[in-house]
């Protein structure tokens, strides 16, 4: 983390998102989002990814976390389309483009 970035108590907003109740949504039919958050940091990891690359791959959805699961449908899949831009965004308060930029291109990069 840069130290022109936030502090590690700004953090805990990062954090609490992953303890919110949208955490524990379910991500796919097997999966919450915080799961599947841990699932691809321990693949990442296991892989022998950079520290900056775990972290990505941990928080790369944390743009979900955001969204407003009470919108209309339509407004929901809109911003969760988005929800890579939005993450890269919300990250670069505290990372720098080390973490932040493989979360804005994820969704790219699995099509």
Do not use: C, N
């Not at 983390?1 to 954090?15: I, K």
């Not at 520290?51 to 791959?57: D, E, K, L, R, S």
């Amino acid at each position: 983390m840069s130290d022109t970035r936030g502090s590690l108590d700004e953090l805990d907003e990062l954090v609490e998102l992953y303890r919110s109740e949208k955490a524990t949504a379910m991500y796919d039919e097997v999966v919450t989002e915080r799961e599947h958050a841990l699932q691809a940091a321990a693949l990442a990891e296991a892989a022998g990814a950079p520290p900056a690359t775990v972290a990505a791959a941990l928080l790369h959805d944390v743009g979900r976390l955001t969204i407003a699961w009470d919108s209309a449908e339509g407004a929901f899949v809109a911003a969760d389309r988005a929800h890579d831009a939005v993450g890269e965004r919300l990250l670069g308060r505290w990372f720098g483009p080390e973490v932040s930029a493989p979360v804005g291109m994820h969704v790219d990069a699995k099509r």
